[in-house]
Each structure stands twice: as C-alpha cells, then as structure tokens.
C-alpha cells in the first residue's frame, strides 16, 4: 500500500441537502468546455460538441452548458457543483466517448471527490442505539429485593483463595478420587 | 540599433542557410520565457489572491439557461417572470429604478420579492404545522416550526439548490438572510405557478426532510421539564407526583451518578439520570413527557 493517501484531506460519506430523502437533486450546476476550433488536442471535444452535446443537454436539463472557444489552448472541462466545488479536468487528445464517459461521471457524483481520502465506506450521525450507559444499566436483578446491610453482598467480588489453599483443595480431591477407584476394584 | 543586428542575422542566415540549419529550426523554449514568467509570478505574489468574483461577472453567464435549469433540477415548472421577481431583491429593483430614471429610462414597473417572501413564509409554516400537528402536541409544533424557518437553516437550504448565483441582489457575497428570504419566495412563485399542492410538496421534499434522522425531542427542550410535566398531568387530573430516589452511585465524587424515578399512585411516569438529584429529577421530567406522548400518539 502506498503512503500517499496521507496527503490527501480526510472525510466522511455525506450527502448535502437529505438528497434523495424527498427527491433527488442533480448536484452538478454547471459544466464549461473549453476548447481549440483548429488545434488537433481538441479534436475529440470538437467531435463531442458536434454529434454528442444535444444530447447530453437534453438528458440532463438541470446541467448548464457552456462551451468556450480558445486559441491553441487544450481541451478542458470545468464543472461546478451546487455546494461551490469547481472541478478542473483536462482533456488533452480524449476521445468524444472518453469526454461522454466524464461528464457522465461529473453528473452523477455530490461534490468534487477528487483529494479527498474517505475515512470508512459508511457514516451514521446516532452511533448509540441504546442510548449512555450509567451506572445502573446492566444491573444484577437479584439487588432489587436485597436487605443491606447484608454480609454476602459486602465481601469482596474476587475470590480470597491463595495458590496454596488451591493445591491442598486439588491433593484432597485426588485422594478421594482414588479412594474410590479402589472400592470400585 | 538591435533592428540592425537582427537584419543582419538573417542577412547571414540566408547567405549561408545550409551551416545554420541546423541550430534555427530546433525548437526550443526562448530564453525569455522563464525570467518573464518569474517576474509575473512574483508580482502576483505580491498583489495577493484575487477576491472572488460573482459568477455572473463571468463571460460563460446565460441567465435564461441558469432560470430554465434551476426549475429543471428542482423537478417543477415555473413561470419565468414569476420566478425572476421571486429572485429580485428590493434593493436591487430600487437601485435598477434609480439608475433607469438618471438615464431618463422610464422603467415599466418596479418588480421585486417583498410580497412572495411573507406569502412563501405563510405557505411553509402553514406545511410544516398541517404535518406535524398529526402527530405531535402543539409545543413541539411550534419548536419544530421555529427550528426549520431559521435563517440560517432556509439559507443553506437556498444555497443548497443553488440560488447564490442567480439571485439579483446588490450584495456580494450574498448573505444567509437574503437566501432565506428567496427561498421563501420562490415557494410562493411556485405556488402561483403550479399550484398550492406543488408548493406543499415542495416544502415537503425539502424543508420538512431536513428532520430526517433528528429527533424532535433534541429540538425541542422544555426550560423547566418538571413544571411544564405538573401542568401536563394536572390537565389530566392527576395531581400526585412523587419523585423517588432509586438508586445513586459515586456520591460526593467528580463521577456521581443518581437515578430518580417519577411516581403517581405506585405507577412509574418516567425514569432519568444526572449528576445531581435535581438535574436527575429534570431528566426524568423529560422521559415522563415524552411517554405520556407516546402513549397519546398511539391512542391516535
């Protein structure tokens, strides 16, 4: 594994808004693609804006389209998301499918994920179910009806026998057992 | 001076083309281009970052595309000129209006939000209160109501449909107050262009969401829990509470931990813990409160 996740800002999963909870709400405002009318890196935007744009306009009617011609500069595509994220993707010598296959990807996903190292696959804001512990939670019944002061309940919880004690206790009990065993025969 | 030496250069390398050949046609990043981009560089350096600029100063700005695109990514259907006044602040269509006449342009009418804002208002209390009123007792309607109509809670929900950019306003950056009030306007534009039902379900997919995963109970919070449960039981008639002390833990320390318990007739109302006898008797105040209106809830 690498290291350089390290670097990138740490998160969690969340979804602006309760998306989803009511409706669904298409997170991508806005998409500029700039582009070179004669340079051959843009081509594939070019080839893009001709057979390809209309369409992906009409899918997607809550997407502004803008398209910026610039000379001699590569291809780019620059995407805004409803909470202030500005994606910048450059889009050297790409492909019209390659182009279709980002925007796809801008269209779909909250927010400018790219740089962002996500802690754990779920988040949850209630962690506890059952609420805080107290004292008193996970309590033994048999207290309820227990008359104080009372002798059993004052000892101390760990047993007082000594390693000792526990070998004599052992030797009797062996002595029995073959007491027995020599009736039985 | 240096017109001359470059005449003569090129006076040289046509006269002897095929020596220079090689070294003129390699191509190559000039000498100049780097010291020029460093001093560039360090002078914006020095000018420090540029302050932000609002997204309609930009030349890729349609306004019609953003309004069109706006009602599109809600899911509902607007009426442009509804929606449009619904975005106009008042001090905007004031200042238009002011410039306008120091032209000696006669604007054809003043249009701005100030009425929607109050009619969206009424239409997104009226919404929550219908909804909540099903279920719950009217303190916490009202404790619910008061928490999603906060400022701060419609403007980021403004925020979160995208109005910072198109709302028309003389401020910039747009402040949470403007957004709040668009917001409410563009539910009263909503209304009167598709209808009271439209707008109610718009409030529902939005608004009242919010109060997914929260409990209305963390919202609303009783200053005096045990008086506010008296009241409660004395309407139900019953006037005997008796709190009880059931069980204490750590007294005296940092760590002290009581439990008391609600009792009317040898009938357990609520249960609740704190550090203190008091606060422990507040808490199960609280718990008693929200049994008696669960048990309301079910009787329903």
């Keep these: 594994m690498s290291n350089s996740h390290l670097f990138l800002k740490p998160g969690f999963i969340k979804v602006p808004l309760q998306n989803g909870v009511g409706r669904y709400v298409c997170q991508l405002q806005r998409v500029v693609l700039k582009f070179c009318k004669n340079h051959g890196s843009s081509r594939g935007m070019r080839d893009f804006i001709e057979s390809d744009l209309v369409n992906f306009a009409m ?3 809550a997407v502004v389209v803008y398209l910026k011609p ?6 780019v595509i620059k995407a805004e998301y409803l909470n202030g994220d500005q994606q910048w993707l450059g889009c050297k010598n790409f492909t019209k499918e390659e182009i279709l296959k980002w925007l796809n990807l801008l269209v779909t996903q909250s927010q400018y994920h790219t740089g962002t190292r996500i802690r754990k696959l779920w988040h949850t804001d209630n962690p506890s179910i059952q609420g805080p512990w ?3 939670t996970f309590r033994d019944p048999k207290l309820n009806l227990a008359s ?32 027995e065993q020599r009736r039985a025969e | 001076m240096s017109f001359c030496k470059h005449s003569l250069n090129l006076l040289k390398s046509v006269t002897s083309r095929a020596s220079y050949l090689n070294r003129l046609e390699t191509r190559q990043i000039k000498r100049w281009v780097a010291p020029t981009l460093k001093a560039l560089k360090s002078r914006r350096d020095k000018l420090g970052p540029e302050p932000e600029q609002p997204r309609s100063s930009f030349l890729e700005w349609n306004y019609d595309a953003e309004l069109f695109a706006f009602g599109k990514r809600l899911g509902e259907e607007f009426d442009r000129k ?5 975005l106009t602040s008042r001090e905007y269509a004031n200042l238009k209006e002011f410039q306008a006449q120091e032209k000696g342009i006669e604007l054809s009418e003043n249009v701005h939000n100030h009425e929607l804002i109050q009619e969206g208002e009424k239409i997104i209390l009226k919404t929550i209160k219908e909804e909540y009123k099903k279920h719950h007792p009217e303190d916490i309607v009202n404790a619910v109501c008061n928490y999603l109509t906060t400022e701060e809670m419609l403007g980021s929900l403004g925020k979160d449909i995208g109005l910072k950019d198109i709302v028309l306003t003389n401020e910039f950056p747009v402040e949470t107050k403007t957004l709040s009030n668009v917001f409410k306007a563009v539910v009263a534009a909503l209304e009167k262009s598709s209808g009271l039902e439209k ?14 995963g929260k409990d209305v109970y963390d919202i609303w919070n009783p200053s005096e829990p045990y008086k506010y449960l008296t009241n409660l039981l004395n309407e139900k008639g019953i006037t005997s509470i008796e709190p009880r002390l059931c069980n204490e833990s750590a007294k005296n320390t940092i760590l002290a931990c009581f439990q008391v318990g609600l009792y009317s007739n040898k009938k357990l109302l609520g249960i609740g813990w704190g550090e203190s006898v008091q606060i422990a008797k507040e808490t199960a105040a609280l718990d008693a409160i929200q049994r008696i209106h669960k048990t309301q809830r079910k009787t329903h």
């Design chain 1, 70 to 75: 610039r000379r001699h500069r590569s291809a």
């Design chain 2, 82 to 86: 509804l929606l449009q006044q619904a």
């Design chain 2, 199 to 212: 707008a109610e379900k718009f409030v529902h997919d939005f608004v009242i969401t919010q109060m997914n």
């Design chain 1, 134 to 136: 107290t004292p008193f």
């Design chain 1, 148 to 179: 104080f002061p009372n002798e059993e309940l004052a000892k101390p919880q760990d047993s007082n026998e000594t390693n000792h004690e526990a070998l004599i206790e052992l030797f009797k009990k062996q002595k029995l057992d073959d007491l």
């Design chain 1, 59 to 61: 899918d997607n009617p």
